[in-house]
Nanobody, 127 residues
Framework: QVQLVESGGGSVQAGGSLRLSCVVSGYTVTYIRYCMGWFRQAPGKEREGVAVIDRGGSTSYADSVNGRFTISQDNAKNTLYLQMNSLKPEDTAMYYC???????????????????WGQGTQVTVSS
């Protein structure tokens, strides 16, 4: 059974930084092909994709975070990261990591394409 556990959320002021982590267990991220991503959902809003990465390290980002956020992975640690810089109040949301045993196809796939999810970690950015 695949398990994803996020950590690293918290409260910061606008302009600050946070790094989220997601430890994956149950299957190795050195699997033949996979796509892993970060999603977020703010109160009263729909879930939106933030960034994805595939086995080869190819990434895709939402326009709203491009240039500020960086997704990365450490295969030896089976861990996915999201480095968030220059945070804005509109980045406030619950952040989830997700995984699927298929590729990303070079684009920010919607969450309905992922079948494994973490429990989420809260990020709050104050102005």
């Amino acid at each position: 059974q695949v398990q994803l556990v996020e950590s690293g959320g918290g409260s910061v002021q606008a302009g600050g930084s946070l790094r989220l982590s997601c430890v994956v267990s149950g299957y190795t991220v050195t699997y033949i092909r996979y796509c892993m991503g970060w999603f977020r959902q703010a109160p009263g809003k729909e879930r939106e994709g933030v960034a994805v990465i595939d086995r080869g390290g190819s990434t895709s980002y939402a326009d709203s975070v491009n240039g500020r956020f960086t997704i990365s992975q450490d295969n030896a640690k089976n861990t996915l990261y999201l480095q968030m810089n220059s945070l804005k109040p509109e980045d406030t949301a619950m952040y989830y990591c997700a995984a699927r045993a298929w590729g990303c196809f070079g684009r920010l796939l919607p969450g309905t394409n992922f079948d494994n999810w973490g429990q989420g970690t809260q990020v709050t950015v104050s102005s």
